[in-house]
């Protein structure tokens, strides 16, 4: 859990790529490879003060060039640390979207996260991606937490 906490918050990226390393490895015979890789964004604010995305550098294991920029998240959320299921829903309504629909539309598409407590956040993001036409949307993540 340390590690995954200094790859979240320490400015760590060298630590979240050594993690995604090892996340490829075991997750790999688990993982068909998708039309699309897509991380989970951070919101512009946050990328700019952690300074890289934690679920980009673990994408990256998987696929030196993950899609970006398929989701965007156009709303600036508070951190979900502290929140039950139903803030933690509420909280990332309507924080994503697919600017160029198009680009999912009938594609099979695998999210990476970081952690998943409750889902909240994986379950928007597979949301907005079935909304634009993504034919199968699945996810992966790193670790599970309970809720705080």
């Given at each position: 859990?340390r590690?995954?906490?200094?790859?979240?918050?320490?400015?760590h990226?060298?630590?979240?790529?050594?993690?995604g390393?090892?996340?490829?490895?075991?997750?790999?015979?688990?993982?068909?490879l998708?039309?699309?890789?897509?991380?989970v964004p951070?919101?512009?604010?946050?990328?700019?003060?952690?300074?890289?995305?934690?679920a980009?550098e673990l994408?990256?294991?998987?696929?030196?060039?993950?899609?970006t920029?398929?989701?965007?998240?156009?709303?600036h959320?508070?951190?979900?640390?502290?929140l039950?299921?139903?803030?933690?829903?509420?909280n990332v309504?309507?924080?994503?979207?697919?600017?160029?629909?198009?680009?999912?539309r009938?594609?099979?598409?695998?999210?990476?996260?970081?952690?998943?407590?409750t889902?909240a956040?994986?379950?928007?993001?597979?949301?907005?991606?079935h909304?634009?036409?993504?034919?199968?949307?699945?996810?992966?993540a790193l670790?599970?937490?309970?809720?705080?």
């Amino acid at each position: 859990m340390r590690a995954i906490h200094r790859a979240k918050y320490g400015e760590h990226p060298r630590v979240a790529r050594a993690l995604g390393s090892l996340f490829a490895h075991a997750a790999g015979a688990h993982v068909a490879l998708p039309d699309l890789l897509v991380p989970v964004p951070l919101h512009t604010r946050r990328l700019a003060s952690r300074g890289f995305n934690q679920a980009h550098e673990l994408a990256r294991a998987f696929a030196t060039a993950p899609a970006t920029n398929i989701v965007t998240r156009v709303r600036h959320t508070p951190s979900q640390v502290g929140l039950g299921r139903t803030e933690r829903l509420e909280n990332v309504r309507d924080a994503f979207a697919v600017p160029r629909p198009e680009r999912v539309r009938g594609r099979g598409i695998v999210v990476v996260d970081d952690v998943v407590t409750t889902g909240a956040t994986l379950a928007e993001v597979a949301r907005v991606l079935h909304a634009a036409g993504a034919r199968e949307v699945r996810a992966v993540a790193l670790a599970s937490a309970p809720i705080e």
